[in-house]
C-alpha cells in the first residue's frame, strides 16, 4: 500500500507540477515516466515495464486508472487526485522541504481565487497538517478574496476548510470570528443582494444558513460560532 501511494502521488505530482491549475489527465508516456522514476531503485527489472504492468494493475485491479481517450489517463474521480495532490503536498512539505509555506499560499491561493481552482483539495490538505499551517492559508485565502471581491463566495469554502482542521484549540479565535461574522452578513435577508440575481441566489442564502448551523457547535477558546 505505501509503494502504491507513493506512486500515486508522484503521478498527481506530474500532473499538477508544471500545469497552471491541476488537471485530471495525463499522457501514457507521462505516466510510464512518472511511475518508472518512483520506483526506480526499488525494482531490479526494466522500470518502465513496471510502470506499464502498474498501470494496467491500477486501471483494471485497483480501478483507479481510466483510459481517457487516445494515449491518455486520468483518475476515475477527480476525488482521487484531489486527495493526493493534497497528500503530495504534505509529504513536500514536512518529509522532502522542498516546499515551504509561501509555496503553498502561492498555489493555494492561485487555485482558489480562480474560477477553475480545485476546492477540495484545500479542504483535504488543512485536514492533514498542522492547525496553525492550515489557519495561516486559510487566513490568507479570506484576504486574497476580500481583495478580488469574492469573499462572498470563499467564505463557504474557507467554513468547510475550517471544519477538517484538527486540533482548532491551537489555531486561537481570529479566523472563526472571520468567518462567523462573513457568515452572519450572508445570512441577513436584508443582504439578499449580496447574492447576484437569478436561480442560484436563494441556494447561496441558504448554504450561508446551513455553514451557520454546520459550525454552530465549533468552537476555539471562548470564541463560540453560536454566540
Known sequence: IREKQIILRHIVRRMTTDSAFPTNIISVIELESSIAKSI????????ISVARAMIKQLRVRNGVLRQEGVGNY?????????????DDLRYRFYTEHSIDAAYLKQQFGKWIINPHGWDEVLCFFCGMVEPTLASLLLGHIFNLSRINNREHDNVFLIAECFKEIKERDQ??????????QELMVLSSPKNLDLFP???????????AMRSIELLASISVGNDDIAK
Open 171 to 180: 489555531v486561537g479565535g481570529k479566523l472563526l470570528s472571520r468567518i462567523k
Open 74 to 86: 486520468a483518475f476515475v474521480h477527480p476525488a482521487f487526485m484531489e486527495f493526493y495532490c493534497a
Open 40 to 47: 526506480n531503485g526499488l525494482v531490479r527489472a526494466n522500470p
Open 197 to 207: 440575481y437569478g436561480p442560484s441566489r436563494s441556494i447561496k442564502f441558504g448554504k
